[in-house]
């Protein structure tokens, strides 16, 4: 009898404990669309729970012990909330949650390109960005510059011009380097004369961002613009001290030593980027001829800021390089040259530029900021029997003003650029010398029409001496439809003005290329739009899918084209056709844990359009397929798996280029201060050296084919990360 009451005590007690426990369950939606919000992350405070909205918006935690929790909802783009709920017995309800579309910008998704203060859920334009983290990450796989960063964009190829000195420039879309302008924290540093070497000559150590507007961006930042622009977007000094270093060598024959430092001490900030970079020459076909040259840099960028007082900040920044390179027979570069290996091609540059910032906010709604810079870009090549050499200095000053509302925000400003160009000539061939100056002014508004309408309306306005006065209209929209679905349709007009420095001059190291002249030359002019669809959502409890779908169109005419004269001389000449180009990317992400894929495909028809005929723009592969597979756990490692496949590429005479496919594996050890890291570059040893030659006539003067596919082939290289 004692034992059986025990027993009943027993599971009377076990019952309690059971039916004791109870569920939480909540709706979250948009407070301004009533639109479910799938992916919000709950956590209850105090505790190691947590858990993830399903697709419709439901979160729900079970087996909770009656008592007072207090749940924090998260998510991106929104201002998050703590909630405090009783769990009790008996109670079944669920708790309805509305989050509100934040109003403050967050590090992660703010975009200064634009330059509007809201977030990128907000801003009509289309623009893609690469943060902090995936820098780092693809870092690894090239350290000294920006190529392959750059190059594993969808809709974006870095084409190389030069096959001995690994010269190379951004194609974006199908049009030539000189269409896309590059910029420092909005400041253009690398046109002209440097756009073959501006991105081989960036480490990526000290950037924080890299934001890309496809199409034409010519309302903010002028002529130049018509393919897009990449802003490369540096560090900024926190309260912490940032101390890192990387050290990196390759199979190559490459070393790279790269410094970054930056810390605020209550007003005064800086941010110190240095490195050196060196590479011994490299010839993996064994042809005499180099695939990676031979070269020596040196960077060094200091910025100094000043918070003089809660509404007034300035910045002062100085980027330096210097470069020798040298690329060409290999004979000739170890010194063993003769009368067959005699064959080079040095490049010897310096960079120098200033970049002065002073923003004031008068309050939370009106910004005014100053801007100037000046860049000095000196550039010397020599092959046998013909020297380059000239200095371009380019200036960049303006002032824009920021107007935000609630509702609608105006952005308006002023600039003046000028460009200077002054050729050392060692013969009676006519000089090349230039003076180039554009005044703009230019208006842009933001509207926020309803809650599923964003609308973006700017104008830009340019005075040019020589070519008179240009009108850039452009428009864009953001329609978000739900909180899942949105799409972005935008377009607008672009040109350039004409000067010697493109892809044909580069690869003939503007040897025997007549001077443009503004009776014969005019600006070439563009218009075009794209459209996108964006839509994410969480597939099961985990698994986020996102997928983007772009179409894109660009017209360009008046195209300035190198003609070849009599006796070897060549001239620049403005088509009587025009150039089109039209395509496709598609982009998917999936997230699952510790693991993200990343899937893109890009087509592009890019074809020339000259009286009589139609012809497809030489070096551009009409498909390209991208897949990168990330692992990575959370400061202890990361390892990640890239392939990349490219088809026929047309040729300027009229062959086809091999396809091919490029594969990479990287693997990384994380430890509070260090880390390691290996990368096995071009696996397959994909190499077009293996294809056929890759010049016609003698060694001694080579005539170079157009260079499709990579030439350094199969490549590992390692290093150590240090963060102290």
């Known amino acids: 009898m004692k034992q059986a009451l025990l027993w009943l005590l027993g599971l009377t007690a076990f019952n309690m404990v059971v039916y004791s426990q109870y569920n939480f369950r909540a709706l979250v939606k948009d407070r301004e669309t009533n639109e479910p919000l799938a992916g919000t992350t709950a956590l209850i405070k105090g505790t190691t729970l947590g858990t993830i909205a399903d697709m419709n918006g439901l979160v ?3 087996n909770l012990a009656a008592g007072t929790y207090t749940i924090e909802f998260k998510f991106l783009g929104y201002n998050s909330i703590s909630l405090q709920y009783d769990v009790l017995p008996g109670r079944l309800d669920t708790l309805i949650v509305y989050l ?9 998704v703010h975009v200064s390109t634009t330059r509007s203060t809201r977030t990128i859920e907000e801003i009509p334009t289309r623009v893609e960005f690469i943060a902090e983290e995936e820098i780092e990450e693809k870092s690894n796989m090239r350290v000294s510059d920006l190529r392959i960063m750059l190059s594993e964009s969808t809709g974006i190829q870095m084409q190389q011009t030069s096959a001995t000195s690994a010269n190379a420039s951004i194609r974006i879309q199908g049009l030539d380097g000189r269409y896309t302008q590059i910029l420092k924290d909005g400041f253009p540093v690398y046109a002209g004369a440097a756009s073959g070497l501006g991105l081989l000559q960036t480490p990526p150590l000290d950037l924080r961002q890299i934001e890309i507007i496809k199409g034409s961006a010519s309302t903010l ?3 130049g613009a018509i393919a897009g622009l990449v802003n490369l977007i540096t560090k900024i000094p926190g309260n912490d001290r940032d101390l890192r270093f990387l050290i990196n060598g390759s199979t190559g024959k490459g070393i790279d030593i790269n410094s970054y430092y930056g810390e605020r001490f209550n007003k005064v900030g800086t941010t110190i980027f240095a490195s050196y970079n060196r590479n011994e020459a490299y010839d993996p076909a064994n042809i005499d001829l180099t695939a990676i040259p031979k070269y020596d840099r040196y960077v060094f960028n200091p910025r100094l800021f000043l918070y003089l007082n809660q509404k007034t900040q300035l910045s002062l920044g100085l980027n330096t390089t210097f470069e020798d390179r040298m690329g060409g027979d290999i004979h000739y570069i170890q010194g063993t040259s003769d009368s067959l290996h005699s064959y080079y091609e040095k490049n010897k540059t310096q960079r120098y530029s200033t970049q002065l910032t002073i923003e004031h906010k008068f309050d939370q709604y009106n910004i005014v900021n100053a801007k100037n810079s000046v860049s000095h870009f000196q550039r010397k090549i020599f092959i046998p029997d013909y020297r380059f050499d000239g200095a ?13 509302g609630e509702l609608s925000e105006w952005v308006t400003g002023i600039n003046l650029i000028s460009d200077h160009f002054s050729e050392n000539t060692i013969d009676s061939f006519p000089n090349r010398s230039y003076n180039q100056i554009v005044a703009g002014i230019f208006v842009q508004n933001t509207w926020k029409v309803t809650t599923k309408l964003n609308l973006e309306i700017g104008l830009r306005t340019d005075y040019d001496p020589d070519f008179g006065v240009i009108v850039l209209p452009r428009i864009s929209a953001l329609f978000k439809w739900t909180s899942k679905l949105s799409s972005r349709i935008g377009g607008g007009f672009g040109y350039k003005t004409p000067n010697i420095f493109t892809e044909e001059s580069e690869r003939i190291h503007y040897r025997n290329i007549l001077p443009i002249t503004k009776t014969t ?10 459209v996108d669809v964006n839509y994410r959502t969480l597939l099961g409890s985990q698994l986020t899918f996102q997928i983007n779908q772009l179409l894109f169109y660009t017209y360009l005419d008046h195209l300035l084209i190198l003609e070849q004269q009599t006796n070897g001389i060549y001239r620049f000449v403005n088509s009587p056709g025009h150039i089109d180009t039209r395509g496709t990317e598609t982009n998917i992400k999936m997230t699952y844990q510790h693991f993200n894929l990343y899937l893109g495909y890009t087509f592009t028809n890019a074809l020339i359009h000259n009286i009589g005929s139609i012809t497809e723009k030489p070096l551009t592969p009409k498909h390209r397929i991208n897949a990168v597979f990330i692992f990575e756990k959370e400061e202890k490692w990361k390892a990640g798996m ?3 496949y490219y088809s026929h590429q047309k040729l300027s005479d009229g062959t086809l280029g091999r396809q091919y496919v490029i594969g990479g594996i990287m ?6 201060k260090i880390s390691l890291y290996i990368n096995f570059e071009n696996i397959f040893d994909v190499r077009q050296t293996r294809y056929g ?12 084919k157009e260079i499709y596919a990579p030439l350094d082939g199969f490549l590992i290289n390692g290093g150590i990360k240090l963060k102290l």
């Open 392 to 404: 371009q200095t380019s200036t960049f000053s303006e002032i824009n003003y920021i107007h935000r």
């Open 221 to 223: 930042y002028g002529g």
């Open 60 to 62: 729900s935690f079970e």
């Open 693 to 704: 030659s890759i010049y016609t006539g003698s060694p001694t003067k080579p005539e170079f």
């Open 642 to 644: 890239e392939a990349y």
């Open 521 to 530: 030359n005019t600006l070439e002019r563009s218009y075009g739009g794209n």
């Open 100 to 108: 509100t579309p934040s109003t403050i910008e967050m590090d992660e």
């Open 667 to 672: 693997v990384e050890k994380i430890w509070e």
